[in-house]
């Protein structure tokens, strides 16, 4: 199948899952018992001002407008805007824009350290297959995916910043050092699958035929390791690291919130603890966009490296 025919039937499922997530999102909101107008509010409002905030927010709409009206914020890309609404305040977007860019650097240091941590041990898991180092690779990650986040980034600050004073303190977003400790934390976790997959990968290319050709030339065996062996496992790695990629920049909520960073897991979970509709709607969509967009520059990329995923 053409790649153009590929392409448009992935854009069109792209859109129809970030419309479902906006409707999800929408619904699930207006599920939550309780009154979001007492929690902006406060209970000492008078009833003006109680009123003033339900117009603000649009609860005094029927549902299908208050629809429309996210509808409308979603195309005039504002994604609405925080009530009570005084001159000058932001929008969602804006919002969401200030801490987008500790959310893009945590997910990108994550995924560097997992990559560094998780390659080499799942070439050494597989050229060592059954031997104590292969129990070894797959002990060290089993622990960094069992370790749970809520108590590494605490041990790991207590560790490096409280005891040793190598790093800067968790509340220095813009320090470089100061992100090395959550992509560890979060990067841990990701290790453990990637090099489980490596693993697996390159056990099944070093049955190739290719293999034994390559060694019948007389190449090193690291050699034949690495540019033969290696390349050709990537894919499937590739094609799961830029998944998980996707769900982190949905957002570390623990790890931003251990570290005390800004970004988008913990901008929603402060619009969740206010009952902000506008405020949890926009940045619910921002994460699926983003999701969305890294899963379909996934597909992509799988339908040209191999064909048959086209006609799938």
Same mark, same amino acid.
């Given at each position: 199948?053409?790649?153009?025919?590929?392409?448009?039937?992935?854009?069109?499922?792209?859109? %129809? =899952?970030?419309? &479902?997530?906006? @409707?999800?999102?929408? #619904?699930? $909101?207006? !599920?939550?018992?309780?009154?979001? *107008?007492? /929690?902006?509010?406060?209970?000492?409002?008078?009833?003006?001002?109680?009123?003033?905030?339900?117009?603000?927010?649009?609860?005094?709409?029927?549902?299908?407008?208050?629809?429309?009206?996210?509808?409308?914020?979603?195309?005039?890309?504002?994604?609405?805007?925080?009530?009570?609404?005084?001159?000058?305040?932001?929008?969602?977007?804006?919002?969401?824009?200030?801490?987008?860019?500790?959310?893009?650097? %945590? =997910?990108?240091? &994550?995924?560097? @350290?997992?990559?560094? #941590?998780? $390659?080499? !041990?799942?070439?050494?898991?597989? *050229?060592? /297959?059954?031997?104590?180092?292969?129990?070894?690779?797959?002990?060290?990650?089993?622990?960094?995916?069992?370790?749970?986040?809520?108590?590494?980034?605490?041990?790991?600050?207590?560790?490096?910043?409280?005891?040793?004073?190598?790093?800067?303190?968790?509340?220095?977003?813009?320090?470089?050092?100061?992100?090395?400790?959550?992509?560890?934390?979060?990067?841990?976790?990701?290790?453990?699958?990637?090099?489980?997959?490596?693993?697996?990968?390159?056990?099944?290319?070093?049955?190739?035929?290719?293999?034994?050709?390559?060694?019948?030339?007389?190449?090193?065996?690291?050699?034949?390791?690495?540019?033969?062996?290696?390349?050709?496992?990537?894919?499937?790695?590739?094609?799961?690291?830029?998944?998980?990629?996707?769900?982190?920049?949905?957002?570390?909520?623990?790890?931003?919130?251990?570290?005390?960073?800004?970004?988008?897991?913990?901008?929603?979970?402060?619009?969740?603890?206010?009952?902000?509709?506008?405020?949890?709607?926009?940045?619910?969509?921002?994460?699926?966009?983003?999701?969305?967009?890294?899963?379909?520059?996934?597909?992509?990329?799988?339908?040209?490296?191999?064909?048959?995923?086209?006609?799938?």
């Amino acid at each position: 199948m053409p790649i153009g025919p590929f392409l448009l039937r992935r854009l069109g499922s792209s859109a %129809l =899952a970030v419309l &479902g997530v906006s @409707v999800l999102v929408f #619904l699930f $909101l207006h !599920l939550v018992p309780g009154d979001p *107008v007492d /929690r902006l509010a406060g209970g000492e409002a008078t009833p003006e001002q109680r009123a003033v905030m339900a117009r603000c927010m649009h609860l005094d709409r029927p549902l299908p407008v208050q629809f429309g009206i996210f509808l409308r914020n979603i195309a005039n890309a504002t994604l609405g805007r925080q009530c009570p609404d005084p001159a000058g305040k932001p929008t969602v977007l804006q919002r969401v824009l200030e801490v987008l860019p500790y959310t893009i650097q %945590l =997910a990108l240091g &994550g995924m560097l @350290v997992a990559l560094l #941590l998780a $390659l080499p !041990l799942g070439v050494v898991a597989a *050229v060592r /297959r059954g031997s104590w180092i292969d129990a070894l690779a797959a002990l060290v990650s089993l622990s960094g995916i069992s370790m749970p986040t809520m108590w590494m980034g605490p041990l790991v600050i207590s560790i490096f910043f409280l005891e040793l004073g190598w790093l800067p303190g968790p509340a220095e977003p813009d320090a470089a050092f100061a992100l090395l400790l959550p992509s560890v934390v979060v990067g841990t976790h990701l290790m453990a699958m990637l090099s489980r997959m490596t693993r697996s990968s390159l056990l099944e290319v070093l049955r190739e035929d290719f293999m034994t050709t390559a060694r019948a030339k007389g190449l090193p065996e690291w050699l034949v390791i690495v540019k033969h062996g290696l390349r050709n496992a990537l894919l499937p790695v590739i094609t799961v690291a830029g998944l998980q990629f996707g769900a982190l920049l949905g957002g570390a909520i623990i790890t931003e919130k251990v570290f005390a960073r800004p970004g988008l897991g913990t901008l929603l979970l402060d619009g969740i603890s206010e009952r902000n509709y506008p405020l949890v709607q926009g940045t619910v969509l921002v994460v699926a966009v983003c999701y969305v967009t890294v899963n379909l520059l996934v597909d992509l990329a799988y339908g040209v490296a191999d064909p048959r995923v086209r006609r799938a």
